[in-house]
């Protein structure tokens, strides 16, 4: 079996870094979190390695994701950020960071409501942005928590069919309507994530889903997304995140959201569970690093 991986794990510390989604809503999160935190866990749990990914546009975050990245051999890769929409200056720092171990690139691009924004990559402004991460063998992370963002994905990976796209969270399934009897929204959001699908370059986390689900989830609660990943995705193109720590808004640790999203692929066949579990982690972002 692959080493097991968590594609979906972040750092952060607000005493040295900007991060402009932090709000009164979420002041659990108002602290610094580092991989030496959680290291027992991860141990426990069996996780190998982990992709970092970045938490705020800009460069003081990324840098505090290599930091950790040198101090830690579990780290096996991380979703950066660079101004796409500044391709001379994106160019610029990966050139920089050449040898540090960047596997993606990730945009936060949080609009005024605070939700991320994925409208302006389907700017022309962005194109040579987008070009260089496919001339640098980098996939592009994205975050789409809101059904007309989740709609971009299709465009954008239409636009861009020799980019790799990776689907934070699923997309945003809304879990916790469900469970209070609301359908509504799930069958739309069942039929944009459809749409993501087709797209062969696109490829999706099954991360975040904890928070999704609310108060008191249960693995059963987090299965429906599950299940309609597989159906549209198989385990090929899904990967697995523990979305930590922000999954502490819901969850009570590391190894509680853990445990609970890998019991939901338990009783798949071996080679589906270990295509989730790390293989296409593995593959997407080329794991481990290798500078040379």
């Known amino acids: ?38 290291r027992d866990q991860l141990v426990d749990e069996g996780v190998d390695w982990v992709v970092l990914v970045q938490a705020a546009d800009n460069r003081a975050d990324t840098e505090l994701m290599l930091f950790q990245a040198l101090s830690s051999p579990r780290v096996a890769g991380v979703v950066a950020w660079v101004p796409l929409d500044a391709p001379d200056d994106a160019a610029a720092l990966l050139d920089r960071w050449r040898r540090e171990p960047i596997v993606g690139i990730g945009h936060d691009g949080r ?45 954008l990976a239409e636009r861009h069919p020799k980019l790799t796209i990776v689907l934070d969270h699923l997309g945003g399934p809304p879990l916790a309507a ?62 697995m995140g523990s979305d930590w720590p922000s999954a502490l808004l819901e969850g009570d640790s590391y ?26 982690a593995t593959q997407v972002y080329r794991l481990p690093f290798d500078s040379f």
């Open 1 to 38: 079996m692959p080493n097991v991986v968590d594609a979906h794990l972040q750092v952060w510390n607000p005493e040295a870094v900007h991060y402009p989604w932090m709000t009164p809503q979420n002041a659990a999160l108002h602290r610094p979190f580092r991989l030496a935190d959680i």
């Open 111 to 155: 609009n005024g409501s605070g939700e991320p924004d994925t409208s302006w990559l389907l700017d022309t402004a962005v194109d040579d942005g987008l070009a260089l991460l496919t001339e640098r063998r980098l996939t592009l992370d994205v975050t789409a928590h809101t059904p007309a963002a989740l709609a971009h994905v299709a465009t």
């Open 178 to 239: 469900r469970r209070s009897g609301d359908r509504d929204g799930w069958g739309r959001w069942s039929g944009l994530l459809g749409a993501a699908a087709e797209q062969p370059n696109v490829v999706a986390k099954l991360s975040g889903l904890t928070t999704a689900a609310g108060p008191g989830w249960r693995p059963d609660d987090l299965r429906p997304a599950v299940d309609r990943a597989l159906e549209v995705f198989g385990p090929g193109r899904l990967m």
């Open 255 to 280: 190894a509680q959201v853990w445990h609970g999203l890998r019991s939901t692929v338990d009783g798949l066949p071996e080679d589906a569970r270990a295509a989730l579990l790390g293989g296409t």
